[in-house]
Every structure is written in structure tokens, then in C-alpha cells.
């Protein structure tokens, strides 16, 4: 794909093949492991969990300011939702992979800033769980909760006297909270 069809390459990982060469030689040599008892996954394949923000007030302000831009939401710190990768069920794990779509796969819980990059990710919770059940077994709740993410505090709107949160936006698998809003319909 990624010399046959750099379009749907971009498409996929949002970066065109040379600046994804960039990045993985500035990463590279830092996340590459040696090869002990298996053959280790390479750097081109573990180079995105390197590439998350530092949760700071900081960045999240400038995350809310892309989507009150780009979608007219303010105080919105990312959008959240879960996807099934069908896989081949683990050996002797009986329907705990089985999802309600009748295959068996592992969740990917993420949440993406307006330019649609992942800025939270949690990667392989059975699939038999419901994007909510994988968001509260996450530790991301507490995590919102006791704003170990840095998250600013809840400010006025324009001409408003409440303070609003700094707010996720997901669908209605997510519990409505402090932090979790549905958006416009």
C-alpha cells in the first residue's frame, strides 16, 4: 500500500509515506528493541504509541480551540468511540472474544482531537464488552475524575454566568457525565 497506493496509504494513517519515513527515523532508533528471546515488533510498528500529546492544560486547550473552530462545539477536548478488529480467537477463551456482531475480535477505545489524531487509546479488551463497558473498565473515569490528565478547569462561555467542563463528545454507549456529552443531534 504504502508504494501502490499512497492515497489510500494517507487515508489510513493520515501521514503520507515520506513524512511517516521522517517521523519513524526520528523515533526509531528510541523505541527499537533487541532481539532476546523472539523477534521483537519493529519500530515502524510501534512508532504511534509514541506519538501521543503530554496531557497538559495546555494542549487540551488547544484541542478545544480546534473543534470550536472546526465544529462549533466548545470546551470540547476530543471525541470518543470504540471499534471491533475481528481477530482469531485466542485458544481455549470460549466467547469471551465473541462480539454481539457474531465474530470474535478485541475492542480499540480511542479518543481523536479535531484533526483526527489519537490523543487517548486503550487496545484490547474482549470483544464481548460494549464500548461502555470498555470505557469504564479503562481507568480513564478516574483519570477524568481526578483530572490526573490535566484537564482546565470549567470556564464561562461567551456571555454566559455558568462555568462550563471541558467535555468528550461520544455516542450513546457512553454515560453522560462531567466530562462525557453526546453531540448535537
Request: with cysteine; aromatic share 10%.
Amino acid at each position: 500500500m504504502r508504494l501502490g497506493d499512497p492515497e489510500k496509504y494517507f487515508n489510513y494513517l493520515r501521514m503520507s509515506p515520506i513524512m511517516f519515513t521522517e517521523l519513524l527515523n526520528i523515533v526509531g532508533p528510541l523505541i527499537e528493541k533487541q532481539h532476546v528471546v523472539r523477534r521483537p515488533i519493529p519500530a515502524r510498528t510501534r512508532l504511534e504509541e509514541k506519538v501521543m500529546i503530554d496531557p497538559t492544560e495546555e494542549n487540551w486547550s488547544t484541542i478545544a480551540e480546534d473543534f470550536e473552530t472546526t465544529c462549533q462545539f466548545p470546551h470540547c477536548i476530543g471525541a470518543i468511540d470504540g471499534k471491533h478488529v475481528e481477530i482469531q480467537a485466542p485458544p481455549r477463551s470460549g466467547s469471551c472474544y465473541y462480539n454481539y456482531k457474531g465474530k470474535h475480535s478485541i475492542n480499540l477505545l480511542a479518543v481523536s482531537d479535531a484533526k483526527n489524531r489519537f490523543t487517548i487509546v486503550d487496545i484490547g479488551a474482549e470483544g464481548r464488552q460494549s464500548d461502555g463497558g470498555v470505557f469504564e473498565n479503562s481507568g480513564l473515569p478516574y483519570l477524568l475524575e481526578t483530572n490526573a490528565l490535566h484537564i482546565p478547569l470549567p470556564t464561562h462561555l461567551d456571555n454566559m454566568d455558568l462555568d462550563f467542563p471541558y467535555v468528550l463528545l461520544g455516542d450513546e454507549a457512553f454515560p453522560l457525565s462531567t466530562h462525557m456529552m453526546r453531540p448535537y443531534p
